[in-house]
T-cell receptor, first 116, second 114 residues
Framework: NAGVTQTPKFRILKIGQSMTLQCTQD?????MYWYRQDPGMGLKLIYY???????DKGEVPNGYNVSRSTTEDFPLRLELAAPSQTSVYFC???????????????FGDGTRLSIL | GEDVEQSLFLSVREGDSSVINCTYT??????LYWYKQEPGAGLQLLTY?????DMKQDQRLTVLLNKKDKHLSLRIADTQTGDSAIYFC??????????????FGKGTKLSVIP
């Protein structure tokens, strides 16, 4: 049971390069999320998706794009990497959140991205 | 918007109890979660409490919720060196347009002294 799998685990990019962070889950979760974690700052939501073909912005979406063509995959794309995007990126997934339903998010192990 | 606050550091001796505190601002919270993050790893769900409960116990973990004061705490009994990690409080609340989201605190780094 793999859960949420993120690749790559580490990456160094030059300013202006682009890359895609991959995320896949095998739990048949409808909801998927991308967060970034900066030291001492907790997690900030970048984008989320409530199902295939549907994505929405979170708190810090600028500089990122996402797509959701399948239930399993939710890639995050950086088009023009900037030093401010140096961070640890976490993907998460969950079942749909009903008003009173407990549907915790399950996290991948993260991608550590440095932009120099 | 929603705000979740935690103290950043806590240091305890092995065998003592640890208490990690969290405050939140949103009145529409449904569930409150505690996640544990070990170095170099992702977030692992530790426990949770429904917003209409006062207390939940799960082996060495006790969660207390004071809904009036919007205060949540996590008590770890008989703290071990393996409990050293960062603990995140997260509030699951309605964010508008039929959507619920998790808001995380900045995390409390627990250091256990042998």
């Amino acid at each position: 049971n793999a859960g949420v799998t993120q690749t790559p685990k580490f990456r160094i990019l030059k300013i202006g390069q682009s890359m895609t962070l991959q995320c896949t889950q095998d739990m048949n979760h409808n909801y998927m999320y991308w967060y970034r974690q900066d030291p001492g700052m907790g997690l900030k939501l970048i984008y989320y998706s409530v199902g295939a073909g549907i994505t929405d912005k979170g708190e810090v979406p600028n500089g990122y794009n996402v797509s959701r063509s399948t239930t399993e995959d939710f890639p995050l794309r950086l088009e023009l990497a900037a030093p401010s995007q140096t961070s640890v990126y976490f993907c998460a997934s969950s079942y749909p959140h009903a008003g009173t339903g407990n549907q915790p998010q399950h996290f991948g192990d993260g991608t550590r991205l440095s932009i120099l | 918007g929603e705000d979740v606050e935690q103290s950043l550091f806590l240091s305890v001796r092995e065998g003592d109890s640890s208490v990690i505190n969290c405050t939140y601002t949103d009145s529409s919270s449904t569930y409150l979660y505690w996640y544990k993050q070990e170095p170099g790893a992702g977030l692992q769900l530790l426990t949770y409490i429904f917003s209409n409960m006062d207390m939940k116990q799960d082996q060495r973990l006790t969660v207390l919720l004071n809904k009036k004061d919007k205060h949540l705490s996590l008590r770890i009994a008989d703290t071990q060196t393996g409990d050293s990690a960062i603990y995140f409080c997260a509030d699951h609340a309605y964010s508008g347009a039929g959507s619920y989201q998790l808001t995380f605190g900045k995390g409390t780094k627990l250091s256990v002294i042998p």
